[in-house]
């Protein structure tokens, strides 16, 4: 799938070719740092820079600043107003209120899809036959497309006539209040959540350990690891770099959820599951107020950001500045 | 049914097109448009229901020489791509669809073009006096018309006749009886009385108590009267019916409440007059001939009328958009549409062959007299975001009824005052 | 839990559990688009019932969908095809550069990936139009590879990670430059990693819904944005989309399914190792 080879912008440093077979397994010399190879490395890392640069750039960029305008969708001429909107934002308790919603969505969702998905990837890993069927079976829900997830779950959880609903009430139990009652409303967002991206976590840590040296878990047997253990102190250090990056991304796409919320409680009951980004979407198309919009997206930024170095101080918590 | 397939029909040739144009390679279509000689071609958005799906059809084919390319989208989607197109100025929307309150809005950004001048120039070509005045003023803003009226709509209230018949009670015309009737009907099965609160569905619900007990939502200053002793009985009123509400109501969408209804697990309730042939579709409902429909007890539910309006942006021929969209609108098509929606040209609307064959019709024009517009002012759907989250929160007792409006005052002054609305 | 103690059939049951779990909204969603409104949402739920597929029919052959989904096609297509080999060789880069410089890149990145779609969406708009490309592949793509790149190079990275710099060390010893290093020595090592991670740039840009509304047009519709066109208003929509979602989600799992033999343990390092 990748053009191995392929490349015109190979930076020919040493024309001497040496294949991958040749690879001489005897130890080397640990490398000096600054190795003036690392220059050559950037090289590899400018068409992605420049990407990111000329496309995404100017939009964040225009974004931010748009945060320090009373700038309404409607007219053209909007006035600097420096910190107002923040100021004005972290004034409201609608903002508050909805950090504390997302915050409770997002780490709940997240703590259970990462403890199911590392179960599941550690399960695929072990079970001897059918993990291709089970792994792709269980990452379905992941392929849906978004916009009609959430409406899938609404045939499950509606009242009277979604599935678990009326199977429930079938059963002769008096079902709850799925989407209406604040606390079950919160229950059923986590488990929606859970549903669509425990997958995601699934497969990632999957795909982590197969990469995985066997040696190590061997290695940590013959020292007399089991079980929980084994676990803990040879395979979760061995994947870190794949925790590290589900964490953050589910993280950050967890605060971002707006279609699965939009369309299963809309926010309800009452205001009780208004995350941040309902709030922002709020701001932005229904108020037009795009300089508080900005504002509330920026927030939302330092907040996750926030979150992510404290994800980074965790995982890596034993050599710091390693990641 | 027949819509749809009339839809496909007209599609087929152009479908056969882009396929062989999507076949020739992705590379081909990256270069080119693909544009049929001389043809001009507009650009149309509006939102996807049944009764529009039907003059998108029929504004595909009002001219000849016009290529005219639909994109139909449910309402939170279409705003969101009205705002970003014609907030930045962009000409890749010529016509849109918009209603009283998005009409109002865009016409004060100064987004749409006035139609006054085309009024008068195809005034008899089109006879466009036979348009229904009430119509007409939902298209308009501050003296100018934005907008040609395609339908108005309005909430009924539904009820089950055989129902009602079997317990010999007869349709509410009040709060007391509606509530009383509710009672009488609500069971774990079949709920009292359908409440759809969710989303916009509350600004609509909210704005039927308001009117039908309270005093409104803004006096003609735009100052708040929401928060009267008389709006505070209305939530109140709103509140206490909340007790026959089916199981989830705070989560249900007009299509929720279409389904209880259609599934018979609603005895009554407001329901949007675009929906109620619905009700009668053997794919759809178990409840086939048994809905009857009354004018909402008590009056002052919601009227509003979706509209065809240009974009200021539009780099297209506007005459030419203008009786495209005149075209579009005729009489004999309203005609054809008047199964789907109520027609806006007053022709068609007092046509005694129609009034015999569509159930709704006998009610039609009571409910039409005694309901109440949207405030007419543009900030008022943005404004109205903020109070009815609060209305939300006093009908689920979150917050008592009285403070909750009271917030939603202050709130709702803070922001028409930093908008500039107060002068 | 100790190794070898813990039963196949165990896990097996396990697995099965929350396979039913994952599946039965799907399942459901399956049954509903393929039965009329009047069954779909029956109070209690119809279980048994006779199948049709007109909604299938429908949108595939009167509403246009096999349009959307040449669009979805070529969109997703052109995103994986570069964004993948330049989010391959950054991740790689990134993994090998271990100072300050290249941490920081990193943490811009991710910064970057955290601001909310809806604010971006109205600049990205408005910078398309500027070069007129709405309604274009080539805008649709551009915005898909830029908002994928920090996904793809720190997933690329994290596989990289995992291939020992000895390797990259021994090599250079060898004589290879920086690039023959990656293209000869590691890239075959991350065989696992480019699959997944080529799946999972496939699933971001073929879904991708809010910058698809926004930036495709008539031309260029994408699946996403059509099925989302039948959100609601007439119940038949909702079945609609049930058969559109199903439809967009075949060619995906027929894609898993494909490239899932890369998957399989035994390719990587201990084969190279040992």
């Known amino acids: 799938m990748i053009p191995a080879g392929g490349d015109p912008r190979a930076p020919a440093a040493s024309p001497a070719p040496a294949l991958a077979d040749e690879i001489p397994m005897a130890p080397v010399p640990p490398r000096p740092r600054g190795n003036p190879r690392d220059r050559a490395l950037w090289l590899f890392v400018l068409p992605s820079a420049l990407v990111v640069v000329a496309v995404q750039l100017y939009p964040v960029a225009y974004a931010v600043y748009l945060s320090f305008f009373d700038q309404y969708l409607g007219s053209q001429?909007?006035?600097?107003?420096?910190?107002?909107?923040?100021?004005?934002?972290l004034g409201q308790q609608r903002v508050w209120s909805a950090l504390r919603v997302t915050l409770i969505l997002t780490v709940s969702s997240i703590a259970v899809e990462f403890a199911l998905g590392l179960l599941l990837a550690l399960g695929l890993y072990k079970l001897t036959r059918g993990a291709r069927v089970f792994s792709t079976l269980i990452f379905v829900p992941y392929l849906i497309t978004p916009v009609v997830a959430a409406l899938f779950l609404r045939w499950i959880f509606a009242a009277r006539w979604g599935l678990a609903d009326s199977l429930i009430a079938a059963a002769g139990v008096f079902p709850p209040d799925w989407l209406g009652s604040p606390v079950w409303?919160?229950?059923?967002?986590?488990?929606?959540?859970?549903?669509?991206?425990?997958?995601?976590?699934?497969?990632?840590?999957?795909?982590?350990?197969?990469g995985m040296d066997p040696s190590l878990v061997e290695a940590g047997r013959i020292d007399g690891a089991s079980g929980p253990r084994l676990v803990w102190h040879v395979i979760l250090p061995a994947l870190r770099a794949q925790i590290f990056f589900v964490l953050a991304i589910r993280l950050m796409d967890a605060f971002r959820t707006f279609d699965s919320i939009y369309v299963l409680t809309g926010g309800g009951p009452g205001t009780a599951t208004e995350t941040m980004t309902m709030y922002t979407y709020t701001l932005a198309f229904r108020q037009l107020e795009v300089g508080r919009a900005s504002a509330m997206g920026v927030l939302t930024m330092l907040v996750v950001t926030g979150l992510t170095l404290m994800i980074v101080s965790l995982v890596y918590r034993r050599d710091r500045g390693a990641f | 049914m027949d819509v749809l397939v009339r839809n496909a029909a007209g599609r087929v040739g152009r479908r056969k097109r882009l396929l062989a144009a999507a076949a020739g390679g992705a590379l081909a279509a990256l270069v080119a448009v693909p544009q049929a000689g001389a043809q001009t071609t507009v650009r149309f958005v509006g939102e996807r229901y049944p009764a529009l799906e039907f003059y998108a059809e029929k504004l595909r084919t009002a001219m000849p020489d016009v290529n005219v390319t639909v994109d139909l989208m449910p309402n939170a989607q279409l705003k969101e791509l009205q705002t970003i197109t014609l907030s930045s100025g962009a000409d890749t929307i010529d016509i849109f669809l918009g209603n009283d309150l998005t009409i109002a809005n865009f016409a004060a950004n100064g987004w749409l073009e006035p139609l006054d001048p085309y009024i008068e120039k195809y005034r008899e070509e089109f006879d466009l006096d036979d348009?229904?005045?009430?119509?007409?003023?939902?298209?308009?803003?501050?003296?100018?018309?934005?907008?040609?009226?395609?339908?108005?709509?309005?909430?009924?209230?539904?009820?089950?006749?055989?129902?009602?018949?079997?317990?010999?009670?007869e349709p509410p015309t009040t709060f007391e009886e509606?509530?009383?009737?509710?009672?009488?009907?609500?069971?774990?099965?079949?709920?009292g009385t359908v409440m759809t609160l969710k989303g916009d569905g509350v600004l609509n619900e909210a704005h039927y108590y308001l009117n039908a007990i309270g005093d409104g939502w803004f006096d003609a200053d735009k100052r708040p009267v929401f928060n009267s002793e008389n709006g505070v009985r209305a939530i109140e009123t709103m509140k206490a019916m909340t007790a026959y509400a089916p199981r989830g109501y705070t989560a249900n969408g007009n299509d929720e409440s279409t389904i209880l209804f259609q599934q018979g697990a609603a005895a009554m309730g407001m329901q949007w007059l675009t929906r109620t042939a619905a009700m009668d579709r053997e794919d759809q409902s178990r409840v086939v001939g048994k809905m009857m429909w009354a004018p909402p007890p008590g009056g002052g539910q919601v009227v509003v009328a979706d509209s065809f309006a240009i974009s200021k942006f539009s780099s297209r021929d506007k005459d030419l958009l203008f009786r495209l969209l005149a075209t579009t609108l005729s009489a004999d098509n309203q005609r054809e549409g008047a199964k789907l929606a109520v027609p806006t040209r007053v022709s068609v609307l007092q046509d005694p062959e129609l009034q015999q064959r569509f159930r709704y019709y006998g009610v039609l024009v009571p409910s039409l007299e005694a309901g109440a517009n949207f405030p007419k002012f543009p900030e008022f759907k943005e404004v109205s975001e903020v109070v009815t989250r609060r209305i939300m929160q006093a009908v689920?007792?979150?917050m008592p009824v009285k403070e909750a409006l009271d917030t939603a005052a202050a709130e709702a002054e803070e922001f028409l005052t930093r908008r500039g609305v107060y002068k | 839990m100790r190794p070898g103690t813990l039963a196949q059939p165990v896990l097996l049951v396990l697995l099965t559990a929350f396979a039913v779990f994952s599946l039965t909204p799907i399942v459901w969603a399956v049954m509903i688009s393929v039965k009329d409104p009047i069954d779909a949402f029956a109070i209690p739920p119809k279980l048994i019932f006779?199948?049709?597929?007109?909604?299938?029919?429908?949108?595939?052959?009167?509403?246009?969908f096999l349009e959307f989904f040449a669009n979805s096609a070529a969109i997703a297509a052109g995103t994986v095809l570069i964004s993948v080999p330049i989010g391959t060789l950054a991740?790689?880069?990134?993994?090998?550069?271990?100072?300050?410089?290249g941490r920081s890149f990193l943490m811009g990145l991710l910064v970057v990936r955290m601001f909310p779609h809806v604010l971006l969406v109205i600049p990205f708009f408005v910078m398309a139009r500027a070069v007129e490309m709405i309604d274009t592949y080539p805008a649709m793509i551009a915005a898909m590879v830029a908002l994928n790149q920090p996904f793809t190079v720190w997933l690329m990275r994290s596989f990289f990670l995992e291939i020992p710099r000895e390797l990259d060390e021994a090599a250079t010893i060898?004589?290879?430059?920086?690039?023959?290093?990656?293209?000869?020595?590691?890239?075959?090592?991350?065989?696992?990693?480019?699959?997944?991670?080529?799946?999972?740039?496939?699933l971001l840009a073929y879904n991708e819904f809010l910058f698809a509304l926004v930036l495709t047009g008539t031309e260029t519709k994408t699946l996403p944005v059509a099925i989302a066109e039948y959100g609601g208003e007439d119940l038949n929509y909702w079945s609609l989309s049930a058969a559109g979602a199903i439809g967009i989600m075949l060619p995906i799992l027929a894609f898993m399914l494909f490239f899932q033999r890369h998957l399989v343990r035994g390719l990587t390092i201990g084969a190279v190792k040992g």
């Open chain 2, 131 to 169: 348009f229904a005045s009430t119509a007409m003023a939902s298209a308009s803003y501050e003296g100018k018309v934005y907008g040609l009226p395609v339908l108005t709509n309005t909430q009924l209230f539904a009820y089950r006749q055989d129902l009602f018949e079997e317990k010999g009670i």
């Open chain 3, 91 to 101: 991740g790689y880069a990134l993994s090998r550069i271990r100072t300050p410089a």
């Open chain 3, 174 to 202: 060898d004589g290879c430059n920086a690039w023959q290093v990656f293209a000869r020595v590691v890239l075959p090592l991350a065989r696992p990693g480019i699959v997944v991670t080529s799946l999972f740039s496939l």
């Open chain 1, 77 to 89: 001429d909007a006035d600097f107003v420096g910190l107002g909107n923040y100021a004005a934002l």
């Open chain 2, 178 to 191: 509606y509530e009383a009737a509710a009672a009488a009907f609500h069971s774990p099965a079949v709920a």
């Open chain 3, 50 to 64: 006779e199948p049709n597929f007109r909604y299938h029919y429908e949108i595939w052959f009167e509403r246009r």
């Open chain 2, 396 to 398: 689920t007792g979150e």
């Open chain 1, 185 to 210: 409303a919160f229950v059923t967002l986590v488990v929606a959540d859970v549903w669509q991206f425990t997958p995601f976590i699934m497969l990632i840590l999957y795909a982590g350990l197969q």
